[in-house]
């Protein structure tokens, strides 16, 4: 691996903490210590959410011009001071990791160079249009990546419902497995803490059905509200708990009076508050693979999710929790609050299926996971020079 050179293009690779730089802050890790050359591109800011890993270089960026995504940064290209130090770094495999501006301009330069381009699918962009009144833009965007991606020499996605989706949209031929992993250390049933529980409002009897993740509408926050309504109308025994912040924050906290929001958390004080819950509720249709589903599972909760792309590949229906096939909020919600009842009222079949999912967690680590990156990497590279 001593001979890999890679430039790794990132959106937001540590400004603001969420699944996918986590994923490739662990990949740089990995790299580095297997002896690779790596050099990340991204926009720098002055107070990051954690330190990077491995060389950051800026690269000209603005705000997100999106209400409610103002946190966000949209890099705009590679400047002639970006140009310089690829050209000094000289890598042998670029890596881009969101559809951005910069991103194409980096697409064409490698292309230029013939460099082999390696993209990774973090997100299913093309659905966020409809959580701003856009929808009518998704088959825009659909186009847009398509046109991106297929310039790449291979994509790599986070779960076999993912490769699915992006195969019928025609995203690329070539598309295997980067999963996730998942930190056991901080990830673990033994992490539940019923002093944690007491200072929250947790009664040692309560079920708390859990909400983990950045405060914003693509996440699926109104259907999330809606299910905790119809549970209401129900009188289903429950308690609400919110781990994570956002801009949504506030909307998400008049939508669910009574909730329980234990704001940001990271580490093993969010190991902590996530084993402190009792169910897992993960409405979003937008993820690829869905971290915080596998932290869940691996804590012994039973999750119900959105049938969509990312859970669909960890959810094993029946067994480890309940997969609810997304459409509309006033459908979705329902059936989703159908799924959950049971888990709120039936201690066994609670506990059941949440030690289920934490043997299915067992089988995600890091290093394994990482090096089908790796793979993918060497065999571009082999390929070029074959061609050559």
């Not at 008049?254 to 190991?271: H, V």
């Amino acid at each position: 691996m001593t001979d890999l050179r890679i430039a790794l293009f990132s959106g937001n690779y540590n400004y603001t903490r969420d699944g996918a730089n986590q994923a490739l802050n662990r990949l740089a890790g990995f790299l580095l210590r297997q002896g690779a050359a790596l050099r990340v591109y991204a926009p720098v800011v002055a107070e990051p959410d954690f330190p990077a890993t491995g060389d950051l270089v800026d690269i000209p960026n603005v705000r997100m011009p999106v209400k409610g995504r103002g946190e966000y940064r949209l890099p705009l290209r590679i400047d002639d001071r970006v140009r310089a130090d690829l050209a000094e770094f000289a890598p042998n495999m670029v890596h881009l990791s969101s559809p951005d501006p910069a991103a194409h301009g980096a697409l064409k330069w490698a292309r230029a160079k013939d460099i082999p381009v390696l993209a990774s699918v973090h997100t299913r962009f093309e659905t966020y249009p409809r959580y701003y009144g856009l929808g009518f833009l998704e088959p825009l965007v659909e186009g847009m990546l398509r046109r991106f991606y297929q310039r790449c020499d291979a994509l790599v996605a986070p779960s076999q419902s993912q490769i699915a989706e992006l195969t019928a949209q025609a995203m690329h031929d070539d598309i295997s497995i980067w999963s996730r992993g998942v930190d056991r250390t901080v990830f673990d049933p033994s992490k539940r803490d019923h002093a944690w529980r007491r200072a929250h409002g947790l009664a040692d009897d309560d079920v708390a059905i859990v909400f983990l993740g950045r405060l914003v509408m693509e996440k699926g926050l109104d259907v999330f509200a809606e299910t905790i309504v119809q549970l209401r109308k129900r009188q289903v025994p429950h308690k609400v708990l919110v781990i994570g912040d956002g801009p949504a924050r506030e909307w998400f906290e008049k939508a669910l009076p009574g909730g329980i929001f234990a704001g940001f958390q990271t580490g093993r004080d969010l190991g902590k508050a996530l084993a402190s819950g009792d169910i897992f509720f993960n409405p979003s249709i937008t993820e690829t693979f869905g971290n915080v589903t596998l932290e869940a599972m691996a804590c012994g909760l039973p999750v119900v999710a959105a049938g969509a792309t990312g859970a669909a590949s960890l959810v094993d229906d029946g067994r480890t929790g309940r997969l609810v096939a997304p459409g509309k909020p006033d459908v979705f919600a329902p059936a989703c609050a159908e799924a959950l009842a049971p888990y709120c009222t039936d201690d066994d079949l609670r506990l059941l299926h949440g030690a289920n999912g934490e043997q299915v967690a067992r089988a995600y680590t890091w290093d394994a996971i990482n090096q089908a990156v790796v793979d993918t990497y060497l065999r571009l590279i082999e390929t070029r020079a074959a061609a050559r």
